[in-house]
């Protein structure tokens, strides 16, 4: 029995794949990947950049291979290339059912190291900046967690700080360097807040707290986005947050704390979400399920929930 | 059995019946229709106002949803009345004998209601192009209105009312894309019988798809809904009037996917000829039975999920009103749960074609046929179990995200099964460059940036960046435009010799293919770099640096639109300005369809064909041929009786 030896076509089309993946793989990783969105400033944002950047030089291959066999078919194997008498290629049965299988084989290696891979990018960096809901389960290691309530409505959004005496302002400010939890709720239709360069999007629905971890590494500006049809000025719900370093941080918190007390006295107390008023379209809410806390122990960034958390996974 | 399967033509024909019933049919069309549409409309509204004038929600908001749902459900009943679809429901009412529409009449009947699956799925070729190009149309107008970051053409609340209608209508019209013209159309005569199971139930499908393309149009002059296509609560509870328009729509539409499913399947299960098993059955056939398993099991839950949001807005229910017991995640999981099957509702049927097509223009045996079809099985079955990819953001349970992360991903091997019969099919090929074969390449080439781009989106990191942007938008577009509606219209070009008598302008048809080709990729893959780098989906403002991309979109998106034009110009001119009579197989395949006269006669085979060997057989020396239509005198269908399906004496090798 002779062995079917590979032809020349084939040859050809794995020299020519090889060559272009071994060369535009490497400058895709190390030229085009380090500029890839979101960016770096925080370690969702990073964490998202590399697995995009894993998953591109993973799929390359993959596109090469389609596209390198198909170029080669359509200029080589067009009926007016080949003379009429060439007799029709018939596969062999064996080698065809040879080939299904390594392809089923290929494909389903390719999809498990996706996916192992893409499971270790979530569940290590804390839920890689998606909502997680109200109960978390990939939560950051440090106790040290400032959380930042977001509130979605038609059609801005609002920020409350909890450790600094529940003030809600519409300027989003961020300390460096440290583990924030995002809580994201809504007072009306669903939204999403969409922190660009935080790599951090969650869902803001009514009457739920959907928690996001990030944790911050540069100082700048990012952009805010709402990533949900909400209505009509849904395209002009946006606005810009900044990362400062932590003394800027706290020197603005405790000055705007101070600055909107007697406003802040005013809001419904602070709550993880609020429940619209019943007559609907005045905007007005009531705070629900209102957890108390301890204005000492949230200075120290020490939040109740946020322990809970710690608690639930040590 | 003789007498069942093989009833010579003659005194069978539909014409040759009495008309019977009540005798409404031959005075009734779409004229008829229209006119008792308009009346049922009247008399819905003015119920509707009967009935929920006094409540406080309407007194207070001066907006009567009873009214608009009884006036679009009364004017969608109409519209069937007026046809002709409930004459036989109603004569069985009354006791009279059934009525059969007549089949004569010239071009009148394809404006009629008909039992003759062909010219119901001319009337779905017309159906489905109208939509296409509505949609399209507001695409262009989506597009127009991003040609500037701040200056506005539409303002915001027409621009969402614009999206909203645009992907609405599109998904409308791709889920019946394939099923509803070439399904109905090709499915009988590839199978080898003379009509659909239940060709009542099929005439009837069409004619709800036509009123829902109506009932959703009527949104636009209620100010649109403010939703998009996916209909989320509580915006779908708080929006306008139009947001009924959607809810009733897709209620209608999702009824005739349905019908339409069910029919094909059991068309497909019981009308086959005899050796038609399911080794032979053609991809194409096989395909359209996954999706109509699809349609089946999945479109029920948007139509139940259609329901609850009109009860919301009518009866005050709180199926999806957080405060009052309800929840905006009920929506979010059942939309979705018909949503993902609705994708491959979507991609499905056009994988199916290129299939049918690629072995007659490469000259060779389909590859990996059995695979082909385990793929479109599997695709299926495991479409139903990745719908919370959807949701990987929205705060629901996050235990959940590897498991969905993981169905998702696995949805590639499948599908991967049609890249490898494709590809397989390509090998050392003879191909013949025709239009349909173009196509054919071109889904290729698309679906796998679609496909690839799916991958990324089912990576929950990923999906943290990417999730609602515009790379999600590019991504489906490439699936079911570059895969769906590129197979579409290479079946056009395909079967129209066949389904018209005509052929079709060969120049034309390749300018239509590369300009179509060319600037589709030019209109969606920027749009793919445009979402990596942070435009939100539905925005009517974005960020300035994201302008010259936007813009090259729009302008790709423009002669995108204008390659419509070459195929209507194509479709004019070969079949009405400068007719050339298309030969009866003109591209030498071995389907069974083309082995019928054109035109095909109304009950397809004189006698029903056995069929003896493969459908794929190209290349292959002395190859038998597909079927035996000899009928009762030939040999194959004395064996055919005596229980040998392959006609041949011989077991089969499979």
Sequence with gaps: ?????????????????????????????????????????????????????????????????????????????????????????????????????????????????????????????????????????????????????????????????????????????????????????????????????????????????????????????????CDELCGIWHGAMYDYGHIVPKATFYKWATSTEAKLASQTKLLPPFAWIYTPDANGADGGYYPNNVVPYNKTELYSSQHVRITQYGAKNS | MASTIDTPIAGRHVSTRPAGGLGLNRYQNVFTAFVVAAGGYLLGHYIGNVIGSGYVSVQGGGQNDVAIVLALTFGALGWLLGIGALNYPLAKLVGASPEYPPTEGGWMRYFRFSLDHKVVGMQYVIATLLFLFTGGLLAMAIRTELLNPTIHVLGPGTYIAV?????????????????????????????????????????????????????????????????????????????????????????????????????????????????????????????VLATAALLVFATPTLICAGLFGILDRTAQTAFYVNEHGGSSFLWENLFWFFGHPEVYIMALPGFGMVGEMLPVFTGKQLFGYKVGAAGMIGVALLSFFVWQHHLFQSGINPDMRPLFMLTTELISIPTGFIFLVGLGTLWKARMRMEPPMLFCLALYFNFLIGGITGVFLSDVPVNVTVHGSFFVLAHFHYTIMGGLVFAFFGGLYYWLPKMTGKTLNRKLSLAHFWVMFIFFNLTFFPLLIVGLLGQPRRVFEYAQRLQPLNDFASVSAYILGASFLIFIANFVWSIWIDPKPAPTNPWGSRGLEWQVPTPVPAYNFEHIPVIVSDPYLYGVPDAPPVADFGGASSPAYAAALAGDTAGDGAARSE
């Design chain 1, 1 to 225: 029995m002779s062995t079917p030896r590979r032809s020349n076509d084939l040859r050809t089309m794995v020299t020519i794949w090889l060559i272009l993946s071994a060369v535009l793989d490497p400058v895709y990783f190390w030229v085009i990947g380090p500029h890839m969105p979101p960016g770096t400033m925080t370690d969702s944002a990073a964490g998202q950049q590399f697995d995009i950047n894993v998953l591109v030089v993973t799929a390359l291959p993959v596109v090469l291979a389609v596209w390198v066999y198909m170029a080669y078919a359509v200029i080589n194997w067009r009926a007016s290339k080949i003379p009429a008498d060439t007799p029709v290629f018939v596969a062999d049965p064996k080698r065809a059912t040879r080939i299904q299988v390594a392809w089923i084989l290929v494909t389903a290696v390719t999809v498990m190291w996706a996916f192992g891979f893409g499971v270790y990018e979530l569940v290590v960096p804390a839920g890689a900046g998606g909502g997680e809901g109200p109960n978390p389960v990939w939560t950051p290691t440090s106790k040290n967690i400032l959380p930042i309530q977001v509130i979605g409505q038609q059609w801005l959004w609002t920020y409350r700080y909890p450790t600094f005496g529940g003030f809600e302002t519409t300027q989003l400010m961020i300390p460096n360097n440290t583990e924030i939890a995002f809580h994201v709720t809504s007072l009306d239709v669903i939204h999403d807040f969409w922190a660009y360069q935080l790599g951090v999007k969650a869902d803001a629905n009514p009457q739920e707290d959907n928690v996001a971890f990030t944790h911050t590494a540069q100082v700048g500006r990012f952009t805010v986005r």
């Design chain 2, 163 to 287: 999206v909203g209608e645009h992907g609405t209508i599109m998904m409308m019209m791709a889920s019946s894309l394939v099923i509803g013209p070439l399904g109905n159309w090709l499915v009988p005569l590839m199978i080898g019988s003379r009509r659909m199971a239940f060709p009542r139930v099929e005439a009837f499908s069409l004619w709800l798809f036509t009123a829902g393309y109506m009932v959703i149009l009527t949104a636009l002059p209620m100010g649109g809904f403010p939703t998009g296509w996916t209909g989320y609560a509580p915006l779908q509870t708080q929006a306008g009037g139009g947001m009924d328009s959607y809810l009733v729509g897709f209620a209608i539409i999702g009824t005739g996917m349905v019908l339409a499913g069910f029919n094909l399947a059991a068309t497909i299960v019981t009308c086959r000829a005899p050796g038609m098993t399911w080794g032979r059955l053609p991809i194409f056939v096989w395909s």
